[in-house]
C-alpha cells in the first residue's frame, strides 16, 4: 500500500495487518488490557489517598478515587476524538475503581 500523498509505504500499517495475521497482535491486545487494568487501579488508589488525607468519609474517597480513574482516560478520548469515551463502553472499569477506592479506604482507616 501507497500514500497517495507522500508516495511512501504505509510499512506500519503492514506490521500491525502481519501482527494480527499471525496472532501476536492478541498478545498486544492482552498487554494493553492488562496496563489499563493496572493504570485504573493506581489511579483510583491515589486519589482515594488524597481524599483519605483530606478526611473525607467513605462516599468522598469513593467518588474522589473514581474521578481520578476516569478522569485521564475521558480527557484522553475526548482529545482524540473517540466517542463516546471508553469509560462508558466497558462497565468493569468503573468496579476495579471504585473497589480499588474502598479497598484503600478500608486498609488506610481501619488499619491499627
Not at 14 to 36: A, D, N, P, Y
Not at 42 to 49: H, I, K, P, R, T
Not at 94 to 99: D, V
Amino acid at each position: 500500500m501507497v500514500c497517495p500523498a507522500c508516495k511512501t509505504e504505509y510499512t506500519i500499517i503492514k506490521k500491525l495487518i502481519l501482527q494480527k495475521e499471525s496472532g501476536i497482535g492478541m498478545e498486544i491486545e492482552t498487554i494493553l488490557f492488562i496496563l489499563e487494568i493496572i493504570g485504573t487501579i493506581s489511579f483510583a488508589v491515589s486519589g482515594a489517598f488524597v481524599a483519605i488525607k483530606a478526611k473525607f468519609d467513605i462516599f468522598g474517597v469513593l467518588v474522589i478515587g473514581c474521578i481520578t480513574a476516569f478522569g485521564g482516560g475521558i480527557m484522553r478520548d475526548m482529545l482524540i476524538g473517540k466517542f463516546p469515551p471508553g469509560i462508558f463502553e466497558k462497565v468493569y472499569i468503573i468496579l476495579i475503581a471504585s473497589a480499588s477506592a474502598l479497598v484503600t479506604f478500608f486498609i488506610l482507616v481501619h488499619s491499627p
